[in-house]
């Protein structure tokens, strides 16, 4: 009974902490915190996160402005997860949550396996599909899973 009540905490009742680089959702995980301040250069291990991809590159300018511009404007150009990220108006800086994976990576001047910026992010969906049922997303999905875990409160 403890294993399913410690399991309920972590799943259902914590907030997870989302990881910036692979957007992944982490609970009861620590969790490295990085400041980016605005005037500050940002450090040398994130600038693996910056867009290099020729498919996102090749996409209209429009978009690709969009899709990467930031309320701090240093983190411009970089492939991120928006949960991860936090800004702060009152010192003018950014808060960026990175899971301990990404981060040994990042430090290690490596590419973090399932970071978005490694050829995992390809854009957001069109709006005629942002209130797609679950069923209907699975039936358009390339790949499919072969378990689906629901948490059902009691």
């Known amino acids: ?21 692979c957007a992944c959702a982490r609970v009861n995980v620590e ?3 990085i400041t980016i301040h605005a005037k500050v250069q940002i ?3 994130l600038r693996k ?26 983190l411009n150009g970089m492939i991120l997860c928006r949960q991860g990220l936090k800004y702060q108006k009152e010192t003018n800086s950014a808060v960026l949550d990175i899971c301990n994976e990404c981060y040994s990576s990042l430090l290690r001047d490596k590419m ?5 910026a490694n ?8 709006d005629e599909f ?14 499919q899973t072969t ?8």
Request: aromatic share 14%; proline share 6%.
């Open 31 to 33: 969790i490295n915190k």
């Open 147 to 154: 378990a689906h875990v629901t948490c059902l409160l009691v």
């Open 112 to 116: 973090p396996q399932f970071a978005l």
């Open 130 to 143: 942002s209130d797609i049922s679950w069923v209907e997303e699975m039936v358009c999905a390339i790949f």
């Open 49 to 74: 996160l910056y867009v290099t991809d020729p498919f996102l590159i090749q996409r209209s300018s429009e978009n690709f402005l969009f899709e990467f511009k930031y309320e701090l404007k240093s």
């Open 119 to 126: 050829k995992l992010y390809r854009g957001t969906l069109p």
């Open 43 to 45: 450090p040398s291990f």
């Open 1 to 21: 009974m403890d294993c399913l009540k410690s399991y309920r905490n972590a799943t259902c009742y914590s907030s997870p902490s989302i990881c910036v680089c």
